[in-house]
């Protein structure tokens, strides 16, 4: 898969994804990171791409031209169709896991990002396909964020992470939180790890982890847990390791006597 970012900072963005498992994933050819100075497009001597807004307001607002100079750059609009571009902004639909697997089915996302007071809306209107936040907070420019969004989607192309396991188990794949999970040794600071984890049973831990990531998700954030249909059996479940907790706690207090 190919990214291909639209910025003013590309040393930014390229000094992020080169760490780690990505810098890997890029080495082996699984995926590749093209950071685009949308001031190479500028027109003008000084690399100048924004100016003054009009109507007033303060800051300065990035121009069109050098703008879609630079995503024109990126393909041969008579020969190919025009890439899907996402605009990095606070005003976007705001990620979640499921957009971005979404995301990742395509071959090749152009990523724009903003900066100063953000971008003439002539052009978003003509290159962007969609808007996308990482949250409701406003950054100083959209570099961070389509870090976010490469990372996020990344871990779910083949190859990149070890085996797929290694994410579709993860908090948010399944529309609820991944249960705790435990290290050597087995005891540690007089905590014992959960006595199914050792019991070598494969059916038994696997529903462990089911309920558990279920009871978190209720007990964290219960705007996942009411888009999801729980049964009244697992309700029971949920309840009754509710009540082991609650056991567990008090065991800690010493009595009143
Ligand atoms: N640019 C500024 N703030 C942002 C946000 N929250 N998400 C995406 N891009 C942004």
Not at 91 to 101: E, H
Not at 230 to 245: A, F, N, T, Y
Request: include cysteine; hydrophobic fraction near 35%.
């Amino acid at each position: 898969m190919k990214f291909s970012v639209l910025t003013l900072f590309p040393k930014q963005v390229k000094d992020f994804l080169s760490e780690s498992i990505l810098g890997r994933a890029e080495e082996k050819g699984i995926l590749s990171v093209n950071a685009i100075d949308i001031r190479d497009f500028s027109g003008n001597r000084y690399g100048k791409v924004d100016d003054t807004l009009f109507g007033g307001g303060t800051g300065m607002l990035m121009q069109c031209e050098p703008v879609y100079q630079a995503f024109s750059s990126l393909y041969d609009a008579k020969k190919e169709e025009k890439p899907h571009c996402i605009f990095m902004s606070p005003k976007g639909q705001v990620l979640t896991q499921k957009k971005a697997r979404e995301l990742s089915k395509y071959d090749h996302l152009v990523i724009l990002c903003g900066h100063y007071e953000g971008i003439d809306q002539r052009v978003l209107d003509e290159i962007v396909d969609e808007d996308l936040s990482i949250g409701d907070y406003v950054l100083t420019g959209g570099e961070v964020a389509a870090c976010v969004v490469i990372d996020c989607i990344s871990r779910m192309i083949d190859g990149v992470l070890p085996n797929s396991e290694a994410y579709e188990e993860e908090s948010h794949m399944q529309g609820y939180l991944e249960a705790p999970q435990y290290t050597k040794p087995n005891t540690w600071h007089d905590k014992t790890v959960p006595e199914v984890m050792l019991s070598g049973n494969h059916a038994r831990i696997k529903e462990w982890k089911r309920l558990h990531g279920l009871y978190d998700t209720w007990k964290r954030r219960p705007d996942m847990m009411e888009k999801l249909d729980i049964s009244s059996d697992d309700w029971k479940k949920l309840l009754q390791i509710e009540r082991e907790k609650k056991e567990e706690e008090n065991k800690g207090i010493p009595s009143a006597k």
